[in-house]
C-alpha cells in the first residue's frame, strides 16, 4: 500500500479497525482485503516460499483478530499488523528445517515412478515373446517349466504329480531351461 492510498483511506481504516474490535467481521475482512498484498509481501521476503507466504499470510490474520482487542489506537492497526507479520515470518522461517542439496543418486532411489511406457512395451514383448518359446517346447518341458515357475510347485509335489524321482525332476527343469533359452534367442534373433 502507498503512503498516499493510506492517506487518503486512513479515516476509513480507522473506522474498520473499531468496527473490527467491536466484533464486526464484515469490518475485519475488509481489512484483510486492503492488507493482504502488503502482509503477503512481508512473508514472500522472509520465507521466499510462495505457498507458505500464502499460509503464513492466512495465519497472520487469524493472529490480529484474536489479538485485535489489546491494539489500543486503531490508526496504528496498519504498523501493527505488520509487526506481526514479520515476527512471525521471522518465527517461521527460523523453526523450519533447513533445505539442503541432494546428490541426483538418492533422489533416483527414491523415485515413485520407475517404469516408463518403453519399459511397459519392452514388458508385454517379453511376455509375448516367453509364450511363443514355451509353445515351442515338448509337452513335458512344458509342463515341468509350468508345474515349477508358473503353479509354484515345489520339487517334492512335482515329483509325485510326475511319478518320478526328485533328482530327475531337477534335470527336466535344467533340460527344459535350455531349451526355453535356446528357442528365445532365436526368437530375438528373427526379432532383430
Request: hydrophobic content about 45%.
Amino acid at each position: 500500500m502507498n503512503g498516499n492510498l493510506y492517506n487518503d483511506d486512513r479515516d476509513r481504516i480507522v473506522e474498520l479497525v473499531a468496527q473490527a474490535q467491536k466484533g464486526d467481521r464484515d469490518a475485519f475482512g475488509q481489512l484483510v482485503e486492503i492488507f493482504q498484498p502488503v502482509v503477503f509481501a512481508i512473508a514472500l521476503k522472509r520465507l521466499r516460499h510462495y505457498w507458505e507466504a500464502q499460509e503464513l499470510s492466512q495465519d497472520v490474520f487469524i493472529q490480529a483478530m484474536e489479538k485485535l482487542d489489546q491494539l489500543r489506537e486503531p490508526a496504528a492497526f496498519p504498523g501493527w499488523l505488520r509487526s506481526i507479520a514479520a515476527r512471525m515470518a521471522i518465527n517461521r522461517a527460523v523453526r523450519r528445517p533447513n533445505d539442503f542439496a541432494t546428490e541426483p543418486e538418492a533422489l533416483a532411489s527414491v523415485c515413485v515412478e520407475n517404469e516408463t511406457p518403453l519399459h511397459a512395451i519392452l514388458e508385454v514383448e517379453r511376455r509375448d515373446n516367453l509364450a511363443v518359446g514355451i509353445s515351442r517346447l515338448g509337452e513335458m518341458d512344458r509342463d515341468t517349466l509350468q508345474a515349477f515357475y508358473v503353479d509354484g510347485h515345489s520339487l517334492r509335489e512335482m515329483s509325485d504329480e510326475f511319478e518320478a524321482p526328485i533328482g530327475t525332476i531337477k534335470r527336466r527343469l535344467h533340460v527344459a531351461r535350455k531349451r526355453l533359452a535356446k528357442e528365445m534367442e532365436e526368437l530375438e534373433a528373427v526379432a532383430v
